[in-house]
């Protein structure tokens, strides 16, 4: 089973329903469900899917180099895709990680699936808690 939030997906959602007929390919990162203030019932290790990474962020960089300096060290182990075309899969061409979330049109809460990096089926359990505040260090 995936967890996440339901603002970030509602977020996701909005951004593929703009960005349609283009795909969106966005990186994901979890917390750890001990880490959130409220009690989501969950194992504290259990992650969470909470945030995601622009894709412009560290572009440069990669398309010089060929190194991915858009996540921290440790992020990113999720992805979401939308397919304008409506199918609501992993394809050949999609960038995968192990967890793939898709959304196709209309871009609601029945147009959204997760599968793992095998193109299989994951149940998708969406979370209503705020992540934990952060802030950068001064």
């Known amino acids: ?23 969106v390919n966005i990186r994901l990162s979890a917390t750890p469900a001990g880490e959130f203030e409220a009690d989501l019932g969950l194992d504290p290790e259990t992650p969470v899917v909470t945030h995601f990474t622009l894709p412009s962020v560290g572009s440069s960089v990669s398309s010089v180099f060929g190194v991915d300096l858009g996540a921290p060290a ?13 199918f609501l899969g992993v394809s050949r061409t999609d960038d995968l990680a192990a967890v793939v979330i898709v ?4 871009y609601d809460d029945d147009a959204v699936a997760a599968f793992d990096r095998a193109g299989d089926g ?16 001064e």
């Open 1 to 23: 089973m995936i967890y996440v939030t339901r603002d970030l997906l509602t977020v996701l959602r909005e951004r593929a329903a703009s960005e349609d007929p283009d795909e």
């Open 74 to 86: 440790g992020e990113g182990s999720a992805r979401f895709l939308s397919h304008p075309d409506g």
């Open 103 to 106: 959304a196709v049109p209309p």
């Open 122 to 137: 994951v149940e998708l359990a969406v979370v209503d808690a705020a992540p934990p505040s952060e802030s950068v260090p």
